[in-house]
Each structure stands twice: as C-alpha cells, then as structure tokens.
C-alpha cells in the first residue's frame, strides 16, 4: 500500500496559495457568491484552517484584491520605445487580457465588491488608477502636467476603467475593437483640451509629430477626414 506524502506549507506559502486559489475562484464568479468553504475545498484543506491563516473572507478578499491590483497595475508598464499610440494600443491590450481573464474579480476590484467603501479597498482602486496615470505621464514627457492634460489623463482612465465594466455585460463589441477605440479616445481627448489651450496645442503637436500613417493615431485621422468629406 502506498501513502500519499503531502509537504507542510509554511505559514506564507500557505497564506499565498489561499490568495491564488481566491482569486481563480473570483475570476470565474462575484466574490460575493464564493464561500470560505469552497476556497477551503478547492485549496485541499479545512475552513478553520482557512481562518488559520486569515481572520475571515473579508481579509482573504482584500488579499485577493491586492494581488489583482498589483497585477493590474503592472500591465501599465510600457517600454519607451516606437510610436506613442502603437504603445498605448499595447498596453490596452494587456488591460482587456486581464479584464478578459478576471471578469468578476475585476468588477469587484473597481466597484469594491463585498468591501465597498473600505479604505483597504479605496487605496488599491487608487493604486491602480495612479499607476496608469503616472506610467502615461512618463510617456508624454511630461512630469509635471498642467491643469489640462491633468483632467485628460484622469478623465480618460475613468473611461477605460467604465468601458472595461460595461463591455463585460455582454460582451457585445469585439474588444479588439474597443482597445483601439480607447486610444483614438485619448487623442481625441487631447485634441479637444488643445482647441481651448495654447499649451495642450503644443503638447498635441509633439504627441503625434512623429506618428506612423498607419499607427493607431494615424488611423484616426484618416477616419475623421472621411466623416469629414
């Protein structure tokens, strides 16, 4: 007869692989239908020793969150290399492959899930958002922006963070498509803060003058051009 061996986890490594087994049961369905018993069964151990290692679901959540946000956050990051908009249409990418993957979870991430109103939750939501405005900063050459383009950026985070949440119900547009249409968004944003501002002008200029015809930004013209005649 043989006996199956399991190794003992250590106290973090435990606490990590509870974290990781949430956060694939979250992506699959709202946290708030998730038990500790499932997360408990999935993991392979008891519920009491699921509160062991976290005082109840609330922490265990927030762990979660945390980790999503980390992630999240990270697909933000962009070389500075090649035109501006086939960066951004990257880094769009990688944000709907983590919408894509993490539907519920992602939800609850922006819209706070059974911790709504925590401040736990309140600081990773911020993280996040902070994270896409400074890396978008970085790629503007712009590290301390005026009013304007301070109201751009924010303005159109909120955008692809609302976009993200109501392409999920339902799914009804490719989200190729939307990835495009959120950096021709952020161009047109800026566009329309350069019609009402000498400086947002002068950063639009350099923002596209050395776009590629067939980049993203330039894509946009050619299709406004057309609207236009």
Do not use: C
């Not at 949430?22 to 020793?49: C, H, K, N, T, Y």
């Amino acid at each position: 007869m043989t006996t199956e061996v399991r190794r003992r986890m250590g106290v973090e490594e435990r606490r990590q692989q509870l974290i990781g087994v949430a956060l694939d049961l979250f992506s699959r369905r709202s946290p708030d239908e998730v038990s500790i018993d499932e997360i408990a069964a999935a993991a392979g151990i008891s519920r009491p020793l699921v509160y062991h290692y976290f005082p109840g679901k609330l922490s265990l959540y927030e762990a979660a969150l945390k980790r999503a946000a980390e992630d999240l956050a990270g697909r933000f990051v962009e070389p500075h290399e090649g035109p501006l908009g086939s960066r951004m249409l990257r880094v769009m990418r990688r944000f709907f492959d983590f919408v894509d993957d993490h539907g519920p979870g992602f939800s609850a991430l922006m819209r706070g899930g059974p911790a709504v109103g925590s401040s736990a939750t309140n600081a990773l939501i911020d993280s996040v958002r902070q994270a896409a405005y400074n890396q978008i900063l970085s790629h503007l050459g712009v590290p301390d922006p005026p009013a304007r383009l301070d109201m751009v950026v924010r303005s159109w985070i909120s955008l692809a963070e609302s976009t993200a949440l109501i392409w999920l119900d339902g799914r009804r547009i490719p989200r190729a498509d939307l990835e495009v249409q959120l950096v021709h968004d952020f161009a047109a944003l800026a566009a329309v803060s350069a019609a009402h501002d000498e400086e947002m002008s002068g950063l639009l200029n350099r923002m596209l003058k050395d776009e590629p015809g067939d980049g993203p930004f330039g894509d946009l013209v050619t299709r406004l051009i057309a609207l236009a005649s």
